[in-house]
């Protein structure tokens, strides 16, 4: 049996020429976001949180990981902060999804598909529709030119 | 300013109504897949390693590390163990990918394209190209009619 795999191209290959320590960026994304407790914030961000006790409920996480977490998702530049005041209230920040924390969306609808494939009984609680016409949502390997693609069909190349 | 979200639609609103710690998938993904060193040896074997001495070396990971993880990643059953004999010398088991494993790869690939835009000054390192035309590949939000979708033309929905 042979497994399906990618193939690495140019000076690539083969794979034990080189190292992807230094540079890698699924490294980096990981590393930025290798808590399960940041990937619950997250989630509740796209679900339309924006105040601390909402995280907090929310994600079901406590006051002090909250806290921990969603000062390093503003650092990171993944929500940014505002301030924002409710009548007869003092003025408190609330926490937004910038473009950069917005851009994650394909990492939580590749990762919540997976799980509902693999990891549910029923196929998941939820499910994404494109509001426009109904249909069910999800990420897709395509190209630009607009051609789905499968592991088999891809090759990895150098950029620099 | 107000920040882009999906919308929750039916008895998934509001929001605070409901707890998604039971079945939520998104989470579960994560909790499988929540240390870095998952990340790397599966971006291994998508980059073409089978043999446990591969993935040390390419991932950059203690033997310990790599020995506990994959073994996780065969419990989990994203690889499988597979017995090989190289002329000479004593049968040794191999990693594969599993259909579950492989379809991770969207996560992969997501986690990367976002590095790519936000963790890297020079666009990322490597690039994937579909083989058949040369173009650039990386994961889309689409509906199953085939629609480019946005956060915000999205609601989701419960399905039990």
Do not use: N
């Amino acid at each position: 049996m042979e497994t399906t795999t990618l193939r690495l191209t140019g000076r690539l290959e083969p794979r034990d020429g080189w190292s992807a320590a230094a540079g890698c960026t699924i490294a980096k994304s990981v590393e930025l976001l290798s808590t399960r407790s940041a990937f619950l914030l997250m989630r509740e961000a796209f679900y339309g949180a924006t105040r601390f006790e909402e995280f907090v409920r929310r994600a079901e996480l406590t006051e002090a990981t909250t806290s921990t977490r969603l000062h390093e998702l503003v650092e990171h530049g993944l929500l940014e902060l505002e301030p924002y005041q409710e009548r007869g209230q003092r003025t408190r920040q609330r926490y937004l999804l910038t473009e950069k924390g917005a851009d994650l969306f394909p990492v939580i609808v590749s990762l919540m598909q997976w799980g509902d494939r693999w990891l549910s009984d029923t196929g998941g609680p939820a499910e994404l529709l494109h509001r426009g016409c109904g249909a069910v949502v999800g990420t897709e390997l395509r190209c630009e030119h607009g051609h789905i693609v499968e592991l088999a069909d891809l090759d990895l190349a150098a950029t620099t």
